[in-house]
T-cell receptor, first 110, second 114 residues
Framework: QKEVEQDPGPLSVPEGAIVSLNCTYS??????FMWYRQYSRKGPELLMY????GNKEDGRFTAQVDKSSKYISLFIRDSQPSDSATYLC??????????FGQGTRLTINP | GAGVSQSPRYKVAKRGQDVALRCDPI?????LFWYQQALGQGPEFLTY????????KSGLPSDRFFAERPEGSVSTLKIQRTQQEDSAVYLC????????????FGPGTRLTVL
């Protein structure tokens, strides 16, 4: 069993919809939680980073962490076609090593 | 300023060949990471440098994989006697300081072993 589980999708929604992306994890040692966006043939880029349970908002993006359930989410409001990408959750447990989920491929249809 | 650059962007090797993949981190970044991303999967950690010191190589899949960063800047990932299962995108990332800090990723090198 992988330490971080993420539904690979694909997920296809109409423009303007609210998107919900999720990951679960098994290792309670994870302390830091990130969401990366990866466009085709590009490297991942950091979207959001949190280290405590609760919500963090940045523009149209909201990251949510529930440590008691070992569950993290990313919400995208007013989704745009330019949001079409693969979204990767990632977690860190010391020594800066990131542990990634499989990634969810998202398509926003105009 | 320039981001993380990697070369070559694409590499095709015959099984059994040796390959060398280069990473130029952001200038001044202390930490450098290598990840392997198989098709349809998330990146998986290979190894980590702080300056020229390789502090963690626990993710290297076999002794055919070797990484170095001799002057604490440019890094090279070498794969000897390539196998088909080595086909993947190899991503390099750098961060400014040790400890928790944003990792900036390069575009990756796509390796195909025939």
């Amino acid at each position: 069993q992988k330490e971080v589980e993420q539904d690979p999708g694909p997920l296809s929604v109409p423009e303007g919809a609210i998107v919900s992306l999720n990951c679960t994890y098994s290792n309670s040692a994870f302390q830091y939680f990130m969401w990366y966006r990866q466009y085709s043939r590009k490297g991942p880029e950091l979207l959001m980073y949190t280290y405590s349970s609760g919500n963090k908002e940045d523009g149209r993006f909201t990251a949510q962490v529930d440590k008691s359930s070992k569950y993290i989410s990313l919400f995208i409001r007013d989704s745009q076609p330019s949001d079409s990408a693969t979204y990767l959750c990632a977690m860190m447990k010391g020594a800066q090593k990131l542990v990634f989920g499989q990634g969810t491929r998202l398509t926003i249809n105009p | 300023g320039a981001g993380v650059s990697q070369s070559p962007r694409y590499k095709v090797a015959k099984r059994g060949q040796d390959v060398a993949l280069r990473c130029d981190p952001i200038s001044g970044h202390v930490s450098l990471f290598w990840y392997q991303q198989a098709l349809g999967q998330g990146p998986e950690f290979l190894t980590y440098f702080q300056n020229e010191a390789q502090l963690d190589k626990s993710g290297l899949p076999s002794d055919r994989f070797f990484a170095e960063r001799p002057e604490g800047s440019v890094s090279t990932l070498k794969i000897q006697r390539t196998q088909q299962e080595d086909s993947a995108v190899y991503l390099c990332a750098s961060s400014l300081v040790q400890g928790l800090d944003t990792q900036y990723f390069g575009p990756g090198t796509r390796l195909t072993v025939l």
